[in-house]
């Protein structure tokens, strides 16, 4: 029993926060907070900064469309997926590097900021000189090889949070990128695998303000992939703002009905000023303002 | 394989929500949103009604300063615990019966509607005739004897949720009450078992969203509970009123440090003035008002 | 930062074990591991007891159809339900004093042990006098007012763990019966809530193992209830049995699809012979044996 | 609330388990159960395949003296990482190729079957013509690019399962190996993410059981990673055997105490005879055999 008692004592030490195992994003070592800053946008914790696009790039005309009414929101950040993670081997798996050249493409001509996913250390590089912010998903959070290979770049990276990671775990995924060279990392807090049959995740109320606690980098939310459900993705994003979340990624589509991936939760472009203002609203009341594009 | 197929499948239809279980709390059969009215309370749609008190009452001394600070910020309710379920068995059990009485007499002296916690199917005749509200605690969500009992009074019940119930259990449990008579349930939002070492419970943001798309019954939410620490009961407060919570039912304390349960998670009575002014904030982001007394 | 630090410490510190908050069941304290007897079946460190019966007492014929081939497999000890704890309220609620007196008499008549749930206290003195062994379902862990009552009486108490329960909670929830005055109580595992949409709980393999390391007390298993499927019901046995369980408890049925309750995940009685034969493969591989009544 | 009601369908039919995702791998769909085979090692139904090592490659000498006996004990398969896919930035992340050349030597050398974890699908090529069976971790298990890169070559594959991944999400990710080309997958169960303070990770001991009424694939059990501690790798690596694994890869260490990773968790290599001797009489009750080398 005594030497079970050790065990478990130092099996329970695990639970310990550590922060020298995320030194570079720890607030206790480094107490400032950070600010990323990429052309007209700044992710940091004074101004709002909101991300929108269509789950995944389809065809020329599908995302031109988007990104023209996501330009006319006032949206700054325009996302799209080319490299597709899922689940199902016989889903549709994404336009790969024709996407990306699309994105590219449509990116300059609407003078948005894009941001897309990366899932495979070899297509870091390419990817970063076309694309402004890249990301991690969270499937990937701690694909080492793939942190690394970001961590050599200088690009904004945002990292998702892994489905059952603890908060220690993500911040060391974090430290992975910085500790590799690249200072530019925004965390997004996507949800945790859950029992409830009634969403496709738990999205824990309590990450974001425990995380400000922790760290110096700025944390955004996504309220898209937690809901599978267009219809919470506006209640969900006001707790992400209240909640203290310096910016959101929303899933808006020119066409959700026809969507060939989350069909049934992405945002009609439509919906977007609705959405803003509204978000505005929580903003408000936390006295952040949304950072918006002058018009 | 063909009948461990039906199997499955019958196991997964488990998992598909049948509005007929919990008819009489189902917006589908009843779709009017319910108030629940207490003299000059009412929980429901419009207004956010406020609880406070400490975790249990220690004695008169404590809680007649506690009481009297609460009544001093406008609050209506005041919460406070004779029968405590603890975890530990050595732990400080309440002062029981003594103990509302006490909190009956208080709640007189001030003027305020006075809530407490019921544990056992007994005591449920006798604290109904002295004490406004009765709540059901996370651990007692599926003692159906208990909720048969409250059942047959009048008093407002609240119903928090179990620490692993889905949200058709939750709501199936709250339908115990109303099928036995009492149509006064308050439901109220406080956590799940997660994994996170950080946190007492994960608290779920979807939770009110889609109860409230499933339910004609109020809620309210517990922002004490989840965190274990008070620094983070204001952020998980903007939270709950952020996605809809129609309350809050907060723990507060004259001298927190001395307090003998909890005392890592009640907000001082000098720091209530504060939290009431961020929540209002929010509360108006939501057209909504704090429901006060009026001095 | 470092107050926040101070209080994660505290919260944490929750996660470490204390031996102390159930000392009468601490195999530290206690070090000598428990047998509970009832007439000759045992519960203990050596052999292995089965129980066996239906979920729900549902008519005279149904019991003792079912206690009949129970009594004639060999097994000492029959169990069936009177009061039943239904997430539905509209659902078959159990046969209740009618039942309890049915099995009774069965018990008496087939000279077999009997076992049977309580889920209110007002049931504890009444059924004790009736029934031989009580059992509190997993989700009455936590009825700290059924725990003390049934720590009031000496039948030997069958204690399953809650469904998000950590095992020291569950050791303190058998503290409360120990404290009380009983001395016999049995633990018995049945499975978490889990995130695994093909079955009903989830069954985590090292629990018996860990708490064989803690308590003193004997445990046994429910190989029925985790799975939610009959098939899966003898490969979930086993590996209980190979984990150290003292017993089991499985539900079976003299006519399983035409069961009121838990059609899909009981036995039929044909089936029980040779349950055992492979239940016993695996005890003999421990080097134990299971307890059966001569014939 | 009718179109909520659509949408809440749609979700929770996600979870009904569909065999057209992972058709190579369904047993509904291919109905004979796959035998994995490299030299004299088979995995498959019948006999029982033990794989053992250190969890890191630290040392030449460490690395050989442990391959001794190993082979020894009778052992066939020796395992070793290279690349060690560390929670912790600042950690000890492995020896890199160097330690994959060390272990194809000593594999020749002392005549055993090698086995080492890839990280990164650059490494595939290369490691796969020096090392006989690959692994891809728990945190890679949805790296669909690094499964689709081992689904280029022909060595067998041990996919174990993401630490919140459902048993559909993890037969997926085995077919994305299987879909490009290998069709030599072998599944490893090693636990999933719980709330229980005393475990690393909780072992489902359901997952084996219901695997095997999905898939024609050979699983294999991994017992050291759950428990973090060495007294539990034994009893939890019987419920494994117990529960229908086809195999299990086990950590051992020469000298546990000064390992540099997962000290806490390795068997001595002097315990590996009895760890057999028992795991024997397990398999046994399955009427299985261990599949040893001839000395």
Redesign the interface.
């Known amino acids: 029993?005594?030497?079970?008692?050790k065990?478990?004592?130092?099996?329970?030490n695990?639970?310990?926060?550590k922060h020298?195992?995320?030194k570079l994003s720890s607030?206790?070592y480094n107490?400032i907070k950070k600010e990323v800053k990429i052309r007209d946008a700044i992710f940091g914790p004074n101004e709002i900064q909101l991300i929108m696009g269509p789950c995944a790039i389809e065809s020329r005309e599908q995302l031109e469309e988007t990104a023209n009414e996501v330009k006319n929101a006032g949206i700054k950040i325009f996302r799209a997926c080319a490299y597709k993670?899922?689940?199902?081997?016989?889903s549709f798996q994404g336009l790969e590097e024709e996407g990306i050249n699309m994105l590219a493409e449509i990116g300059e001509k609407y003078n948005l900021i894009t941001e897309t996913e990366v899932?495979?250390?070899?297509q870091v590089k390419i990817v970063s000189e076309k694309i402004d912010i890249l990301r991690i998903g969270a499937?990937?959070m701690?694909?080492?090889?793939?942190l690394k290979e970001v961590g050599k770049i200088n690009n904004p990276v945002i990292l998702k949070n892994?489905?059952?990671a603890?908060?220690?775990?993500y911040l060391?995924a974090a430290?992975?990128i910085l500790?590799n060279g690249n200072p530019n990392v925004i965390l997004c807090e996507r949800g945790?695998?859950?029992?409830?049959?009634?969403?496709?995740f738990?999205?824990?109320?309590?990450?974001i303000?425990?995380l400000k606690?922790l760290t110096n980098l700025p944390i955004i939310a996504d309220p898209s992939h937690?809901?599978?459900?267009?219809?919470?993705i506006l209640?969900?994003a006001?707790?992400?703002?209240?909640?203290?979340a310096d910016g959101l990624i929303v899933e808006v589509h020119n066409n959700p009905s026809q969507a060939l991936t989350d069909a049934?939760q992405q945002l009609d472009t439509k919906e977007i000023p609705n959405f803003i203002t509204e978000i505005k609203?929580?903003a408000?009341?936390?006295n952040r303002k949304i950072n918006l594009s002058k018009k």
């Open positions: 029993v005594d030497s079970l008692d065990l478990f004592n130092t099996l329970k695990n639970y310990l926060m020298e195992n995320f607030l206790k107490p993670p899922r689940t199902h081997p016989y899932t495979d250390p070899r499937r990937n701690q694909n080492f090889e793939l892994g489905l059952s603890t908060l220690e775990e060391c430290e992975y500790t945790v695998r859950g029992f409830e049959p009634l969403e496709r738990t999205y824990d109320a309590l990450s303000p425990i606690t937690p809901t599978g459900n267009k219809e919470l209640p969900l006001r707790t992400q703002i209240a909640s203290g049934k609203k929580v408000q009341a936390m």
